[in-house]
């Protein structure tokens, strides 16, 4: 009788980490930008895939339960857009600050807020994260300061975070993001000019899915190189699609 010898594998015999090459981002007033290349572990990769199917599998069920007007109101969701909250939670700490313009569900999970308390704010609940008072636009925990409704307005109070950490002497930083629909408000550029005079630890941050409101960024703005926008900012092209690139990107820019 021939002997059949089955190897047995485990976790150790395959490598911890791996390199990859992401693509090169576009500069704006820098000379030098994020790395081209990016280390990840194997924690980090199965951390990165969980986070963004999640996010990915609660926002499908959002849909599905708006069309059937068990979520009422407005229900702004994040699918497609996962890899940018995950880098970006990724690159800062928990004591860095977060504020986010009515697509907020994606940071709310990231910052740490139950699957559960997300979906119970989403049907009004009293066992959602601000007691089913909020809503789809509305989301809030500690040091994510929502989800805010009115466009554009997100980006000033953003600044006021960024302020108050330089006023007390912390050493964090406020993500402050808004999308292509509100990237031609006044108020965002008048927010660029105090946050540069004043030195504000802020980074602005545009998610760009080429639509505001059904409106095509072409129909909308007549420069759609939304990361030159701040003229006396730095600004980085990211590609908001690989996880990897937005997390060395946004670690570049918290250093920065």
Same mark, same amino acid.
């Given at each position: ?11 150790a015999d395959f490598a911890n980490e791996a390199t990859f090459e992401i693509k090169k981002c576009d500069l704006h007033r820098l ?68 504020i986010t313009a009515y697509r907020a569900h994606g940071f709310t999970y990231a910052r740490g807020v139950p699957v559960r308390e ?85 980074? +602005? %941050? ?5 639509? /505001? =409101?059904?409106?095509?960024?072409? *129909?909308? $703005? !007549? ?8 003229? +006396? %900012? ?5 590609? /908001? =699609?690989?996880?990897?690139?937005? *997390?060395? $990107? !946004? ?6």
């Open positions: 009788a021939s002997r059949v010898m089955v190897a047995s594998r485990n976790y000379e030098e930008g994020p790395s081209t290349t990016a280390v990840m572990t194997r924690e980090e990769g199965l951390h990165y895939y969980k986070t963004m199917q999640t996010i990915r599998r609660m926002e499908l069920k959002s849909d599905q339960l708006y069309k059937q007007k068990i979520i009422r109101g407005f229900c702004h969701l994040y699918d497609g857009q996962e890899a940018c909250c995950v880098g970006l939670e990724v690159a800062i700490k928990p004591t860095d600050h977060v997300i979906l119970a704010e989403l049907t009004g609940r009293k066992g959602g994260c601000v007691k089913g008072k909020g809503g789809s636009m509305h989301m809030y925990t500690k040091n994510f300061y929502g989800g805010n409704g009115i466009v554009g307005a997100q980006v000033p109070l953003g600044a006021g975070i960024a302020l108050a950490c330089k006023y007390f002497g912390k050493n964090e930083v406020c993500l402050t993001l808004y999308g292509d629909g509100a990237a031609n408000q006044g108020q965002i550029f008048e927010t660029y000019n105090m946050a540069a005079l004043w030195k504000l630890p802020c980074i +602005f %941050i545009c998610e760009n899915n080429r639509y /505001g =409101m059904g409106t095509s960024v072409e *129909r909308a $703005a !007549a420069s759609t190189d939304y990361y030159k926008r701040g003229d +006396f %900012i730095p600004g980085l092209r990211v590609d /908001g =699609m690989d996880v990897l690139c937005v *997390r060395e $990107a !946004a670690k570049f820019a918290a250093e920065y």
